[in-house]
């Protein structure tokens, strides 16, 4: 089992649309939970990060976490077509480092 | 914010020779950096956790003689693939935590010709 598990997708999306971005991850004593959009040939840029069980809210950006499920997901509020990019799911090692799933491609049509 | 900087972005070698790729943090001290290792259409692969002024830790499957990481400041790392061939080939991001926070490198793409 991958530590960190995304769909690759393509998800598509139509502007203006909620896209939802779903992650689930192994190792249940994980604390800390990031998401990051990374754009063809560039790095990886932080969109938001969790650690308690909830909802967490910026802007359009809503990072939900569940941890008895061991579940971590992202909605995006009215998807612009500047948000088509790879969305990571990334979790806190043990050694402080950062383990990637596989991202989920996003397209927003206009 | 913190800036975490890579140098080259761009890299092309031929088989058999080695690269190095610098990372370096700006504005902030770090003392371990993390590298790692994306291929087309896949995820970053953590490859080593480098610590300045010890050895580097190496995840399972990575040849530690074949990449090697120096972390001789609390700055700047480096990663030279030595002996490079066409297989290692690959987009190499490095990584910092400052203020709480993991930045990344802008990316060096290696190709092997």
């Known amino acids: 089992q991958k530590e960190v598990e995304q769909n690759s997708g393509p998800l598509s999306v139509p502007e203006g649309a909620i896209a939802s971005l779903n992650c689930t991850y192994s190792?249940?004593?994980?604390?800390?939970f990031f998401w990051y959009r990374q754009y063809s040939g560039k790095s990886p840029e932080l969109i938001m990060f969790i650690y308690s069980n909830g909802d967490k809210e910026d802007g359009r950006f809503t990072a939900q976490l569940n941890k008895a499920s061991q579940y971590v997901s992202l909605l995006i509020r009215d998807s612009q077509p500047s948000d088509s990019a790879t969305y990571l799911c990334?979790?806190?090692?043990?050694?402080?480092?950062?383990?990637f799933g596989a991202g989920t491609r996003l397209t927003v049509k206009p | 914010g913190a800036v975490v900087s890579q140098h080259p972005s761009w890299v092309i070698c031929k088989s058999g020779t080695s690269v190095k790729i610098e990372c370096r943090s700006l504005?902030?001290?770090?003392?371990?950096m993390f590298w790692y290792r994306q291929f087309p259409k896949q995820s970053l692969m953590l490859m080593a956790t480098?610590?300045?002024?010890?050895?580097?830790?190496?995840e399972q499957g990575v040849e530690k003689d074949k990449f090697l990481i120096n972390h001789a400041s609390l700055t700047l790392s480096t990663l030279t693939v030595t002996s490079a061939h066409p297989e290692d080939s690959s987009f190499y991001i490095c990584?910092?935590?400052?203020?709480?926070?993991?930045?990344f490198g802008e990316g060096s793409r290696l190709t092997v010709l």
């Open positions: 990584s910092a935590r400052g203020a709480g926070e993991l930045f």
């Open positions: 990334a979790v806190n090692g043990f050694r402080n480092d950062m383990r």
């Open positions: 504005d902030f001290q770090a003392t371990t």
């Open positions: 480098s610590n300045e002024g010890s050895k580097a830790t190496y």
């Open positions: 190792d249940r004593g994980s604390q800390s």
